[in-house]
């Protein structure tokens, strides 16, 4: 389709097409996704000015203080998706149980998780943020229990996506038919397709790793990292953002690995399964790359908590094979 007059509408109206079976829902998911997107990248690009800097004065469910802007972000999909009738229920970063339809709401057959704002640390700093989302369909009666519904590996995904509130605000989606990149021109309010069936290069010359952690590394990890810092045949840089979202788009766009592996202090890492790992492995590998916790492919793992953490290693399959192999103990560099 055409990039730069192609807004995302038209977009999933003929994907939706593709699919006669189709009845509009997902459309509708998406669309309100989107919608609440630009109602936090307004928040977003205007928070220095409004007072909607700082902390919250309360913590999440993870301990970890929370921002104003994860407040805010949260409530913003919520009311976009709680009302329209097409979701059995939803999971948060920033709630601690899952999110129930309301009763005077009618549910449907879909589940979302998401990450309402990824990065916050970097919010105050004027630095790239995000938020990223998943789409399963709910396999649950959906009237008692919906706890098994948060509870499918990434194989069931219908969909998973991530808006990125950077030097434009970009929307990245997959529904399993290819990633597709769509820039916001805030002067419209639409997204418009600008980035056609992404593909990840095969291998980079970016590795993304926060190197602090480096002394509690397993030694396989320190090896791979120094393997990198190494290699003579191909110059890597690093580079670290200290966002998920920012750290994985460029990586997606320009090849390489992004890493945050267990440690002696945080054995299964930072990073959640559900809302953060299983969207980005679907997305990467739809693009061609993949995504693994050092043993198995992130999309086989099956959540059993709704907030778990796991390692992720994602990217360009040159470096993230390099890693298992790494893991293995088969010293390569
Ligand atoms: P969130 O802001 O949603 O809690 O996510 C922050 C995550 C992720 O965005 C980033 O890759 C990672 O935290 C950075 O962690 P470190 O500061 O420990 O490197
Ligand atoms: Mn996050
Ligand atoms: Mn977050």
Redesign the pocket.
Known sequence: MEVGVTNLGRYLLEEQRKHPQATGDFTLIIEQIAFACKVISREVNKAGIVNILGKAKNV?V?G?EQ?KL?VYSNRKMIQALDHIGKLCAMGS?EDEEIIRIPDHYPKGKYVVVF????????IDVNIS??T?FAVYRSISSCKEGVEEDFKQSGRNLVAAGYVLYGSSTMLVYTAGNGVNGFTLDPNIGEFLLSHENIKMPESGKIYSF?E??YNRWTPEIQNYVNCLRNMTERQYTGR????????FHRNLLKGGV?G?PGDSKNPKG???LLY?AIPLAFIIEQAGGQATDGEQNILDIVPEELHQRTPLIIGSNYEVDLYKQYMKGEVKC
Do not use: C, M, T, W
């Not at 990450?115 to 970097?122: A, I, Q």
């Open positions: 999440n993870h970890e921002q994860d970063e990450d309402p704002l990824d990065g916050s640390s970097n943020i995000g990223i926060n602090a952690n670290y953002i200290g966002s998920l979202v920012a750290d992004f945050y930072k990073l959640r953060e």
